[in-house]
């Protein structure tokens, strides 16, 4: 029975969830379960392309990348892919809708991290952002508005603003890997050998500003997303906080982490705020 190919499909999207990301697998559990396997499904497609990009240096990555791109279209198409991955995927895209720029411009930019290293303008760095990142809220918003697109004008700038400051905390959080291992720099006008606490604090402050205008969205989400996405918004918060308070050369040294416990921790704190509507 197609159902059980289906059901297998969204657990290997949870396992791939769970296995790269604590934090973010840790938010998704707060999700309702109506809508929690749905972000599994997203997370996973997104989190496959990456790794085509970021990780298999040892492989023709532009061959695999090209094999998985015609798999996607391939699964979006025929509402069904051999791929577990993208079968799940499309079950989602399908059910919500999603729109299919969307998932374009994604995929756009994670071909641009084939072969781009060094973005040097602002153009190309919020280009490069909207398709890694905020595309990535926006899918996430079409699952949590549940097809109510006023809801989803309303609060799409927040999405994607959300998008962004994850993202760009990512690029600080592995600012070195970035730099030494895949030699590629985000962040432009930025020399990430002699990154000094001015261009820090500047690159702080515009993160800053995302996480406020995410905040203000995620207020309006319905429930049963609202306390999810709130602890994620909590953990990233925190984790910009302990990048504000590391000098910039330990940043280019080393990779800053929020241990295991003390997310728990926020997780705990997050959910007295949200209980007592304290946010």
């Known amino acids: 029975m ?44 997104v989190r496959f392309a990456d790794e085509i990009v ?5 492989y023709d990555k532009e061959t695999l990348f090209n094999d998985f791109e015609r798999s996607l279209e391939n699964a979006l198409d025929n509402k069904i892919s051999l791929n577990p991955i993208l079968n799940s995927f499309q079950k989602t895209y399908h059910q919500y809708q999603i ?39 926006l899918m996430c918003l079409c699952v949590f508005v549940n097809g109510d697109q ?12 959300l998008g962004s400051a994850f993202q760009k905390i990512n690029f600080l959080r592995d600012l070195k890997a970035d730099y030494e291992e895949l030699n590629r720099s985000y962040f432009p006008n930025t020399n990430l050998l002699d990154l000094d606490e001015q261009s820090k604090i500047l690159i702080v402050a515009e993160i800053k500003e995302d996480l406020r205008l995410g905040y203000d969205g995620i207020l ?34 080393a990779r800053i982490r929020i241990p295991n416990y ?15 509507n304290l946010f």
């Open 2 to 45: 197609k159902s059980i190919f289906d059901r297998v499909s969204i657990e290997c999207s949870k396992l791939v969830t769970e296995s790269y990301s604590t934090s973010f697998s840790l938010a998704t559990r707060m999700l309702s379960s109506s809508i929690r396997n749905d972000i599994y499904n997203i997370y996973g497609f």
């Open 54 to 58: 970021d990780t298999f240096h040892d």
């Open 99 to 137: 729109p299919k720029h969307l998932v374009d411009s994604f995929m756009k930019s994670m071909r641009m991290d084939l072969n781009k290293n060094i973005y040097t303008t602002q153009e190309e760095y919020k280009e490069y952002i909207y398709g890694s990142a905020d595309v990535v809220g």
């Open 150 to 161: 006023k809801q989803y004008e309303e609060l799409k700038d927040a999405a994607k603003a």
């Open 220 to 253: 309006k989400l319905p429930n049963s997303s609202k306390f999810g996405v709130y602890t994620a918004y909590k953990y990233y918060s925190k984790l910009l906080n302990k990048l504000k308070k590391t000098p910039s050369r330990e940043i280019k040294n």
């Open 262 to 276: 003390q997310k728990f921790g926020l997780l705990a704190k997050s959910y007295v705020n949200y209980k007592l």
